[in-house]
């Protein structure tokens, strides 16, 4: 028996159409106390979950730049100002912001509270000799311990158009892309970087060039932070209903989900479901045109989605027991 309200979000938009700041523009989960969203992970065994507290994944935007030239025949350059000469040194130059510019040592890190972390690190210090073992030596005491290396950035062009003949200097190209990134300070200079290095390229050669943003279009998405709190409720309730051996700790993503507009409203948890067999064909990534849902996922999400608001409005002000390696009958 539990006393509250279980919302069920069902949500459009969230490629690219930031459907989550709708959903929360609307009203509609006003006095929500805490949210939960699973993600299908195709490269995570069927009946692992895994997840981290803190950063999961980036911030992201878009921007999108016209560069301005003046068109004429290929075989006369000299007449025309060439906008795909600009364009290309554009490219060339935007994947020197992160290469050049961000500190490769900026990092900020959250240690965990427990001994594990000083013990595992004096394990680590002795086998390996070496302290930076410690990223590749445990992925869960990476994810437990070291949550908040959040100094990744990513600049990215992925879309170019100018021209329609092989034999004319266009007058305009396009290009546009994507950037990201964990911390705020990082996401608003790189915005500013973007725009500076569009905008002086061009004009060194001889081109205008305008930048947008499209946050008309598609919101900027924050960088997906779960919480703490939830963090370790979520290691309860996975570890009772899967089995301990199977909640996994999580590496960070540059991917963006819109997921983090809630996390901003109220306390929020993001967790990857499993659902690679390997007795059956290979699952390709997320955004592959050859991407297939293995549908024997389903039951396991549905149960971790009833078992984690159940339990949570049972437990609702109470303490989070711990994982005691129990088996529960919702799967």
């Known amino acids: ?127 390996h000799c070496l302290f930076t073992t410690i990223f590749e030596y445990d992925e869960n005491l990476r994810s437990e311990c070291l949550p908040n290396i959040i100094s990744s950035q990513v600049v990215t062009v992925g879309n170019i158009q100018g021209g329609g003949a092989f034999n004319v200097i266009p007058n305009f190209v396009t290009i546009g892309g994507t950037f990201r990134a964990f911390l705020r300070e990082s996401f608003t200079q790189l915005r500013q970087r973007i725009e500076q290095v569009i905008i002086g390229q061009a004009a060194v050669h001889r081109c205008n060039a305008t930048v947008s943003f499209l946050e008309d279009k598609i919101s900027s998405y924050p960088p997906t932070i779960n919480n703490d709190s939830l963090h370790d409720y979520f290691q309860s309730v996975a570890g009772s209903l899967l089995g301990v051996d199977k909640v996994k700790g999580h590496h960070l993503l540059m991917g963006s989900e819109d997921f983090a507009f809630y996390q901003e409203a109220m306390p929020g948890y993001v967790f990857i479901v499993g659902m690679e067999d390997v007795s059956v064909e290979r699952l390709r990534s997320w955004h592959s045109p050859y991407f297939k849902v293995n549908e024997d996922v389903l039951p396991y999400g549905v149960a971790l989605h009833v078992s984690l608001a159940t339990r949570y409005l049972t437990k609702l002000n109470q303490e989070v027991p711990t994982v005691d390696g129990k088996y529960h009958d919702e799967l």
């Open 1 to 127: 028996m539990f006393f509250g309200t279980v919302v069920l979000v069902f949500q459009p938009a969230e490629e690219g159409g930031g459907g989550a700041k709708k959903i929360l523009d609307s009203g509609a989960l006003e006095n929500v106390s805490a949210i939960f969203g699973l993600h299908i992970g195709p490269n995570i065994p069927l009946g692992e979950v895994a997840s981290r507290s803190g950063p999961m994944l980036a911030g992201g935007g878009f921007f999108k730049a016209v560069i301005r030239g003046k068109g004429g025949h290929a075989a006369n350059p000299q007449h025309a100002i060439d906008p795909i000469l600009a364009a290309s040194n554009v490219i060339v130059s935007l994947q020197h912001i992160v290469s050049r510019e961000a500190d490769p040592l900026d990092t900020q890190v959250k240690t965990c509270n427990s001994s594990l972390f000083e013990e595992k690190m004096l394990e680590t210090i002795v086998q």
